[in-house]
């Protein structure tokens, strides 16, 4: 339990009143305020203490999940070779990563608020300092709750745990083959839901909905969500994949291992 | 269960702290390097630097944080303290560590209508002039709406005084007004210049108090007057209790919540724990030359007025 020690760099110990306060807190604030990324992040932190154990579980039970636990590798994008990315074959992981990066990030910083004394901080400090073409990006376009470094997840392998949720995120875009716009974040939101049991991808899953048009919606519901569903049934552990380790594999492939079914052929 | 565990070692904590730096922290003298931020100890030099980091960070949120901290209350503390210095035109402040311009704009406003209510009672004077007579005496006065009195804002952190500066240009307020960047502990103003001198919500932050009031002394006018309003000291142990457990359970979760910053917010609460109770600051006021110095308890001790005269 939540003791007084900081059991990570960037930890925030919380008692269970706080962590309560905060869950309701950054629910409203992330309703009220689309745009605070990071409350979208407290949220699925201070509610997953059920998902999060039994993600971990799942991951030490698969032989790569059982690697990525002891290994602990990030993907940041300064770590990334985006040079040797690209130059893969076409339809290879790597390869769509890259084109999905490039297609759904465009000038434009978005001054979301991060904790800036810490070290770790896996979103606009790393971006800053890389030296590609792009040098500034929409996070909110890259992904919804960023990659933020978790704070108030009191056991060190859990906070690594969310940490690889949130920065296979992107990842998960190019598998299911959605876009960032509101219709493909829910499809993602949905897969992952099934998926993770996280509450805050329940949460989004239920709500992002609302903002969409009825046209959108019907398709949502007609086709992409079913699939979602059973994709995310069937498949394995997606957080279970070294992905750093199969860049080179394509994309059609690593969906048959995982068992997720081809994407519907809509428009989204 | 565990909460109330979790608070009992955060109390502990916090005596201990408080037991080992108390000597030399709590009358503001640095002997040693060593001082509190928070509850953590650092120096001198760290201390000076995080608090200046602490209101970069919440400058832009610092107004909307106050009111949801305190429920919109520091409004009425505020008020409270322009009602007990009760300015009459032609009145010089300097209102230190003024930053977001509170103080500053309640003290233009104060003046002003206390400006009207004196060219009010000019005129009804001003019976048996004639219409000419009347209309030159308004349009002299007319311009001069405040009396002569200003309000000089001194702050040490260029965040809040833009912030301050922005908000005096969206609310209007331009006559009799003006910024200056300058530290409590080293002010940039000649001596006994001022007719009153203010720091609200600020003394807690500065690193050696006692030169702060040292300097408030030094640019104060012989008959000048020191305010000081703060958070203070809870006495009644029902009451302090329930503000702890406000303080520290629910107001850092504001912070994160509102302004994305819960550190800031957590030092905020410490803090206010660290700083000398009535009593103390009273003395220390006293040390510095001040005289009838006293202090007026708001909310039970949750907030204080010090009040002191140069003379």
Redesign the interface.
């Known amino acids: 339990?939540?003791g007084?020690q900081q059991l990570y760099p960037g930890h925030?110990p919380t008692?269970?009143?706080?962590k309560a306060?905060?869950a309701a807190?950054?629910a409203?604030?992330a309703l009220y305020d689309p745009y605070?990324h990071?409350?979208v992040a407290?949220l699925g932190e201070t509610t997953g203490c059920l998902a999060l154990p039994n993600l971990r579980d799942k991951m030490k039970n698969h032989p790569e999940g059982y690697r990525i636990l002891q290994e602990r590798p990030r993907i940041r994008l300064s770590t990334l070779d985006m040079a040797r990315l690209q130059g893969l074959p076409e339809g290879s992981l790597g390869r769509e990563y890259v084109r999905f990066l490039e297609d759904n990030v465009s000038v434009g910083f978005h001054g979301v608020?991060?904790?800036?004394?810490d070290p770790c901080a896996g979103s606009t400090g790393e971006i800053g300092a890389m030296e590609l073409n792009w040098t500034s990006l929409d996070l909110q376009k890259v992904s919804p709750d960023t990659r933020m470094p978790p704070?108030f997840v009191d056991d060190e392998e859990l906070a690594y745990v969310i940490m690889r949720y949130r920065e296979v995120h992107d990842l998960m875009h190019t598998l299911l083959g959605m876009p960032t716009n509101m219709l493909g974040e829910v499809v993602v939101k949905w897969f992952e839901a099934v998926q993770t049991g996280l509450p805050m991808c329940v949460l989004g899953a239920a709500f992002g909905p609302v903002r969409l048009s009825t046209r959108k919606l019907q398709v949502l519901a007609t086709e992409l969500v079913p699939w979602a569903i059973r994709s995310g049934l069937n498949a394995s552990c997606v957080l279970s994949v070294y992905y750093e380790q199969r860049w080179e594999q394509p994309v059609e492939s690593l969906r048959e291992e995982l068992g997720i079914f081809p994407p519907p052929a809509v428009r989204v | 269960m565990a909460a109330a565990l979790w608070r009992c070692r955060r109390r502990c904590r916090a005596l201990l702290s408080r037991a080992a730096g108390a000597l030399r922290a709590r009358r503001g003298l640095a002997a040693g390097p060593e001082m509190h931020f928070g509850f953590q100890t650092v120096t001198e030099e760290e201390r000076r630097e995080k608090i200046y980091q602490v209101f970069e960070n919440v400058a832009t949120k610092y107004d909307v944080m106050n009111d949801s901290m305190t429920l919109g209350i520091h409004r009425v503390w505020k008020d409270i303290l322009l009602h007990k210095m009760n300015p009459c035109p032609g009145t010089l402040l300097l209102d230190v560590a003024g930053g977001t311009g509170d103080i500053a704009f309640r003290f233009i406003n104060y003046v002003r209508s206390a400006r009207q209510r004196q060219l009010q009672r000019k005129l009804k004077h001003h019976q048996n002039l004639s219409w000419q007579e009347i209309f030159e005496s308004y349009q002299k006065d007319k311009f001069n709406s405040l009396g002569d009195s200003q309000v000089v804002v001194c702050d040490i952190n260029r965040e809040m005084l833009k912030v301050g500066k922005q908000k005096a240009q969206h609310l209007g307020y331009s006559e009799g007004l003006s910024w200056v960047l300058g530290n409590a502990e080293e002010l940039p103003f000649d001596d006994d210049k001022f007719d009153v001198y203010t720091i609200a919500f600020g003394i807690r932050n500065v690193t050696r108090i006692d030169l702060a009031l040292e300097e408030a002394y030094r640019v104060l006018k012989p008959g000048g007057r020191f305010l000081c309003l703060e958070f203070s000291h809870v006495s009644n142990p029902l009451l302090s209790r329930l503000y702890d457990l406000y303080s520290f359970q629910v107001i850092p979760v504001l912070g994160e919540v509102i302004a994305g910053d819960w550190k800031s917010y957590q030092y905020l609460v410490e803090s206010i724990r660290q700083f000398p109770p009535q009593e103390e600051l009273k003395a220390m006021i006293e040390d510095a030359g001040f005289f009838k110095v006293d202090y007026e308890n708001l909310n039970f001790g949750i907030v204080a007025i010090h009040s002191g005269f140069k003379l």
Request: aromatic share 4%.
């Open positions: 339990m939540g007084w925030i008692s269970p009143l706080q306060l905060l807190g950054s409203v604030m605070r990071d409350m407290v608020q991060i904790p800036v004394a704070k």
